[in-house]
């Protein structure tokens, strides 16, 4: 638990940014089962390189009944519109090569198990990756299409379909070896205040996550239900798109999202969230 002392400190922070952080609440009690099979670890001890947290809770904890009950049932999941139209594009043929998705890797079941370690270190490509940098890498040099926009339509229903057939996983993602300096890299980016209000994520997702802002209940930012439908924009979201808003809300200069200090924030966002389920397509307001 929080320390009152530690609350109030919250509290003038945002206050002092202009937010009206009115009250706190803790994540509730609701277990989340897809589909009555998929049961989803929304609650775990924190990974161990995690200093200041104890235990993380997924957003879906964060969210009202109504919201979070859309999430219970593929019928109900508006992503799953999305998610459908990716299961076609997985099997069409596109590019100079003549080539679909499923010409080299068959059934789309062949990448369970994937979202659960990306972003992830490339021997190939000796650098961190995330799944649209892959994906895209496939589309431009094994199937001689076009690259899709990285957070656009196309690309977020793949990662959406991709995503599902891994969900219930915990997510696993490396962060020594290789890929370490860009761990460290994406720590530091959290952990930095930016912008005119000067926060930085930790602000929020760790010192704050419960509290109340802008009729909104502040999660931990974790980010193991991505791509998530928002009821807000009626699509789905990727990760960098979700960066990019929350740095803005700072109404700071963001990155840009596919660029190398996102892709560092990614890998160490997702690593926060270490031993959480996979649940991505989920449903956020
Ligand atoms: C011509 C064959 C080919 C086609 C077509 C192809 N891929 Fe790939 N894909 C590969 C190979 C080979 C790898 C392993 C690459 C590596 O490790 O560097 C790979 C790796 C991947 C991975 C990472 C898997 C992992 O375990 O890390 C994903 C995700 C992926 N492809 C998605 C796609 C998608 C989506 C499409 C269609 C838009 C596609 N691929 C089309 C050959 C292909
Ligand atoms: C001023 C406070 C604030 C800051 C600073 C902030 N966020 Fe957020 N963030 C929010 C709010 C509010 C939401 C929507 C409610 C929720 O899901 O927590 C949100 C949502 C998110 C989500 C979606 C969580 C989910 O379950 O769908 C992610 C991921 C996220 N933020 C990451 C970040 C990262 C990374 C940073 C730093 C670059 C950051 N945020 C900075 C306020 C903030």
């Known amino acids: 638990m929080k320390q009152p002392i530690k609350l109030k400190g919250c509290i003038a922070i945002l206050a002092a940014a202009g937010f009206a952080a009115v009250a706190h609440a803790d994540p509730d009690e609701d277990q989340l089962t897809v589909n009555g099979e998929i049961e989803m670890v929304t609650e775990v001890d924190a990974p161990a390189h995690m200093e200041n947290l104890d235990t993380i809770y997924s957003g879906w904890r964060f969210r009202s009944d109504e919201t979070q009950a859309f999430q219970m049932d593929d ?3 508006p992503a799953m ?3 459908e139209a990716a299961a ?12 679909s998705c499923s010409s080299c890797h068959n059934d789309i079941e062949s990448m369970a198990g994937v979202r659960a370690v990306y972003p992830k270190w490339s021997e190939t490509a000796g650098e961190v990756r995330t799944l649209e940098h892959q994906i895209n890498d ?15 339509g196309d690309m977020a229903a793949m990662v959406g379909l991709i995503s599902s057939v891994s969900r219930g996983l915990p997510i696993n993602v490396a962060i020594d070896g290789p ?18 209000l000067e926060l930085s994520c930790a602000n929020c997702h760790e010192d704050s996550y419960g509290m109340m802002i802008r009729a909104d209940h502040l999660s931990q930012g974790q980010i193991n239900g991505f791509p998530t439908y928002r009821l807000k924009n009626t699509k789905l979201n990727s990760v ?5 808003g929350c740095v803005r809300d700072t109404r700071a200069h963001t990155f840009k999202p596919g660029g190398p200090e996102f892709i560092a924030l990614e890998l160490y966002v997702a690593s926060r969230a270490n031993g959480l389920s996979v649940e991505g397509p989920s449903v956020r307001n």
């Open 88 to 99: 076609e594009t997985w099997d069409i043929a596109d590019g100079f090569e003549g080539k």
């Open 240 to 244: 960098h798109a979700r960066f990019k």
């Open 75 to 77: 019928f109900d999941n």
């Open 138 to 152: 496939c589309r431009e040099n094994r199937m001689g299409a076009e690259k899709w926009k990285y957070t656009g």
């Open 81 to 83: 519109i999305f998610v």
């Open 179 to 196: 890929a370490q300096e860009t761990w460290e890299k994406g720590k530091e980016i959290y952990y930095t205040r930016y912008g005119q």
